[in-house]
């Protein structure tokens, strides 16, 4: 009887025997379409899917012109090859990955130490997908450990009232994500001109005896401003002062600014150091220099994490606490961040993060030299370039237009109205990065010069400076429906 020969051999084999024979592009499978809805009935060399995909993938945006993402577009490549071998490693299993849930550890107590956390309260934490993730922790714990105190302190935790969550217009999507699937009202403090952070004037009016805690957001995605931690904490302190039974805390989303404040700003105050900040998150994917997806959350004190966020697991003959949303991932995220944390050290961290920030201001120093835009971000904190076209700025194109304008160059520099009681007001942004250089920062400069002569010697444009339908880029992916049709109300009426 003839012996079966096992998938993986004839598959070794078919590419073995036509490696240096057949051309990709001269091979049948190149010729037939790639699948769409099922599944093709023949395997295809791996060289031949190999080489289609990538080709099918090259004509869509390049990652290093993408100005819209914070999200971390290049690691070295031995930072790349640690990951590729670890792909395979389960996160959530600790039990039988001890040493991979000891990297984790290390992670999470150094950068815990960057947010000045005090090892005698015990602080804790956990990798995550991403900040979201994260950030649905934090949240989690505010409201877990505000039922508690509300019940002891007489309050109805199950009336009509819902609890709620303070914070500005300028959240970025998961913390609608988290007030709509936990039922928490979400109440934001609106943004002004004046104020294109939390309003530390209005921010204690939307506090009451159903308000889990308060968010300050290290880096606004709309324009990275940093809400005024410092400032907050105290205002939270009087609070707490004339209501013992029912403290409130702060969590502080440090997405963008979590891992890039400690190493540019070190005498910021914002952190642990602040009294009532309990918990912080952070990207690793962002600043933090990883590859998507990874995010941090810390807890000052077992006290700031209540008991019912925390599941315990097998590890190394013992219990390990874990606190997640998510289960199974790839652990190969959190090797990466522990090599970028010990490969580059706090002075390489320093250095990466300064470089990334000069770029991104020499960029504002040119956009205001042009003079006919209002610098709403320069920089300050991270490197984030923010800015809108003056009144009289005299043009008849808007930002849109330019956006489109700098896309056909390869640039990807979204337009979008910004959040409630803004709205009317379209702003464009810069995120620079650690791959984004000078020489990119120049040669963006020269196509936006380029580009803007463009539109101004054009006889024709969208004349529309109220702004257009977003059919790319949304901002944190919120409210798009509701933007779309006031746009498109605006652009209706301003046709007739």
């Not at 020489?439 to 006889?459: F, G, S």
Request: hydrophobic fraction near 40%; charged fraction near 25%.
């Amino acid at each position: 009887m003839e012996q079966q020969t096992s998938t993986s051999k004839v598959l070794d084999s078919m590419d073995e025997g036509t490696k240096y024979l057949t051309p990709i592009f001269g091979s049948e499978s190149s010729d037939a379409s790639m699948p769409r809805l099922t599944m093709n009935d023949k395997p295809v060399e791996p060289r031949i899917a190999y080489e289609m995909i990538k080709e099918y993938l090259s004509i869509e945006g390049n990652a290093t012109q993408n100005l819209t993402t914070f999200c971390q577009t290049y690691m070295e490549p031995m930072a790349t090859k640690i990951m590729a071998e670890t792909m395979e490693k389960n996160a959530i299993d600790k039990d039988e990955y001890p040493m991979t849930a000891d990297l984790e550890n290390r992670c999470v107590a150094m950068i815990g130490n960057l947010w000045h956390a005090n090892q005698d309260e015990e602080p804790m934490g956990t990798s995550t997908v991403g900040s979201s993730e994260a950030c649905m922790l934090g949240g989690l714990g505010m409201l877990f450990r505000w039922k508690k105190l509300a019940s002891a302190a007489g309050v109805d935790i199950y009336s009509e009232t819902r609890p709620n969550l303070v914070i500005s217009a300028g959240y970025q999507v998961c913390w609608e994500k988290f007030c709509r699937y936990w039922d928490i009202e979400m109440r934001l403090v609106p943004l002004e001109k004046d104020h294109l952070s939390l309003n530390m004037d209005t921010v204690m009016d939307y506090v009451d005896d159903y308000t889990i805690g308060i968010t300050a957001i290290l880096g606004i995605t709309y324009t990275g401003k940093f809400d005024d931690v410092q400032k907050l904490d105290e205002l939270v302190e009087k609070y707490n002062e004339a209501h013992p039974k029912l403290p409130i805390r702060i969590h502080v989303d440090g997405a963008s600014g979590g891992m890039f404040a400690p190493f540019v700003e070190p005498d910021l105050v914002w952190d642990f150091q602040l009294k009532n900040v309990w918990s912080i998150n952070c990207s690793g994917h962002k600043y933090g220099l990883v590859y998507p997806g990874i995010g941090w959350v810390v807890w000052r004190s077992k006290e700031a994490l209540p008991e019912d966020l925390i599941f315990w697991v097998s590890y190394l003959g013992g219990e390990e606490a874990t606190m997640a949303i998510n289960f199974s991932r790839s652990a190969s995220q959190i090797v990466g961040q522990y090599y970028v944390l010990m490969r580059n050290g706090f002075e390489g961290f320093k250095e990466i993060q300064e470089r990334t920030l000069d770029v991104a201001r020499y960029l504002a120093l040119e956009l205001d030299e042009m003079g006919i835009f209002e610098i709403y971000e320069n920089a300050s904190h991270i490197p984030i370039v923010c800015w809108g076209l003056k009144e009289d700025a005299g043009v008849e194109w808007s930002l849109y237009d330019l956006s489109d304008r700098l896309r056909m160059s390869g640039w990807l520099v979204p337009a979008y109205p910004m959040p409630a009681d803004m709205q009317d007001t379209t702003v464009q942004r810069v995120v620079a990065r650690a791959d984004f250089s000078m020489q990119l920062a120049i040669r963006l400069v020269e196509d936006m010069k380029k580009e803007i002569d463009t539109l101004n010697k054009a006889k024709f444009v969208t004349g529309n400076t109220q702004g257009v339908i977003q059919t790319g880029f949304n901002h944190g992916g919120r409210a798009a429906v509701d933007k779309g049709e006031k746009v498109q109300t605006k652009a209706k009426t301003s046709k007739k």
